[in-house]
């Protein structure tokens, strides 16, 4: 394993000085899988829950949380967004896809707003659902693509 970035030769923890690097275009996609109810999905997906419009309030928070990353993650650095985008479709009868869209023309990647993104649109709509369905359960949040910058490419097997 090679040396970490955030580690200084102290082994003390540091922002990354990403000062040098070329402004490029990058992108992320990550996904959350949520399982709950097929009862419960049905609910969301109908927009019959007493909280109101889960999969717009979802999108909303998971957005806005793209844009916060840098005030949540410790040593993430703050970025100008371009674009971010939440897409919720259900999979199946037990299952919904949450899948965040995060693009910047920048220094550094957006991977972390993307996983933000999704995880912060998991748990709101854990948060307007928990009243009909407590055993809900955020799954599998991962990264599915990164591109942009010097490592290049990357697509999840």
């Known amino acids: 394993m090679g040396k970490l970035s955030h580690?200084?030769?102290k082994g003390a923890v540091h922002m990354v000085d990403v000062g040098s690097k070329d402004i490029s275009a990058r992108?992320?996609?990550a996904q959350?899988?949520?399982k709950a109810q097929s009862s419960t999905i049905d609910l969301i997906f109908e927009g019959?829950?007493?909280k109101g419009d889960v999969i717009a309030t979802a999108k909303l928070a998971g957005i806005m949380a793209a844009k916060k990353t840098s005030d949540l993650i410790p040593l993430c650095h703050p970025l100008p967004i371009t674009s971010a985008n939440v897409e919720i479709e259900r999979l199946d009868a037990e299952r919904i896809s949450i899948l965040a869209k995060v693009k910047v023309s920048g220094k550094t990647g957006v991977e972390m707003e993307a996983l933000t993104a999704a995880s912060v649109a998991?748990?709101?709509?854990y948060d307007m659902a928990k009243a009909?369905?407590?055993g809900i359960c955020i799954q599998e949040?991962?990264?599915l693509m990164k591109e942009g910058g010097?490592?290049?490419?990357?697509?999840?097997p």
Do not use: H, M, N, Q
Request: glycine share 4%; hydrophobic share 45%; proline share 3%.
């Open 141 to 143: 949040t991962k990264l």
């Open 32 to 34: 959350a899988i949520v």
């Open 122 to 125: 998991a748990l709101t709509l």
């Open 7 to 9: 580690v200084d030769e």
């Open 27 to 29: 992108a992320a996609t």
């Open 132 to 134: 009909v369905d407590k």
């Open 48 to 50: 019959k829950l007493p």
């Open 150 to 156: 010097k490592s290049g490419r990357y697509e999840a």
